[in-house]
Structures are given as C-alpha cells and as structure tokens.
C-alpha cells in the first residue's frame, strides 16, 4: 500500500511543482473565494490570480477549478478537516449532518 502510493507521488512529483504562490491560491480556491476575493487576501491583481489559476489547471492536468482542488487534496496540497459541529438549525437544511471544512496548511 504504502510503495503504490509512494510510486504515485514519485509519478507526479515533477510534472505539478506547484510555487509557493499556487499553493496559496489553490488553496483559497478550495475554500470558495473567487478571483477578486484572492487578490485582495494576496495583494495582487484579479489578473495576477487568474495567471496564477492558469498555471495551477496547467500543471495539475485539469479543466476546471474543482477538479484542481480534488487533484489538490489527492496530492496533499490541500487538507480536509471534518467537525463534528452543527450549523444552527435555521442555516443549514440537514443539520444533523457534519460540517465539512477545509484545513489549510504548509507541508512540512
């Protein structure tokens, strides 16, 4: 188990190098913000995070923003936290179900 899934990381390890800067971004997509949402966090141009988002679909092999973030969280850019926390009942229509949230971190 451990050998597949280091042979996979090893398969991917070149073609999707992602900088600092897309891991940042990637990273604020996966938790919905839209392009000028990221660029007033960041301090950089809409047109800057849409470069960047470019780049980020280009090196992952992707179409869309959400599959950059599945790929993303398959290949540990991203972490997904679960919460055993309940919305208040009249913001979330099935609140006996868990939150989902998304954990953001830098990869030691």
Same mark, same amino acid.
């Given at each position: 188990?451990?050998? &597949?899934?280091? =042979?996979?990381?090893? #398969? !991917?390890?070149?073609?999707? !190098?992602?900088?600092?800067?897309?891991?940042?971004?990637?990273?604020?997509? =996966?938790?919905?913000?839209?392009?000028?949402?990221?660029? =007033?966090?960041?301090?950089?141009?809409?047109?800057?995070?849409?470069?960047?988002?470019? !780049?980020?679909? =280009? &090196?992952?092999?992707?179409? #869309?923003?959400?599959? #950059?973030?599945?790929?993303?969280?398959?290949?540990?850019?991203?972490?997904?936290?679960?919460? &055993?926390?309940?919305? %208040?009942?009249?913001?979330? %229509?099935? %609140?006996?179900? %868990?939150?989902?949230?998304?954990?953001?971190? &830098?990869?030691?």
């Amino acid at each position: 188990m451990i050998s &597949k899934f280091a =042979a996979e990381l090893a #398969d !991917h390890a070149a073609e999707d !190098h992602l900088s600092q800067r897309e891991i940042d971004v990637l990273r604020l997509v =996966a938790t919905g913000n839209g392009n000028g949402e990221i660029a =007033a966090k960041l301090s950089v141009t809409e047109e800057t995070v849409r470069s960047n988002v470019t !780049h980020i679909l =280009a &090196k992952l092999g992707v179409n #869309d923003r959400t599959h #950059d973030v599945a790929i993303g969280i398959k290949r540990g850019f991203i972490e997904l936290q679960y919460r &055993k926390a309940r919305a %208040p009942a009249n913001r979330h %229509p099935y %609140p006996e179900l %868990p939150f989902m949230s998304v954990e953001l971190f &830098k990869p030691i």
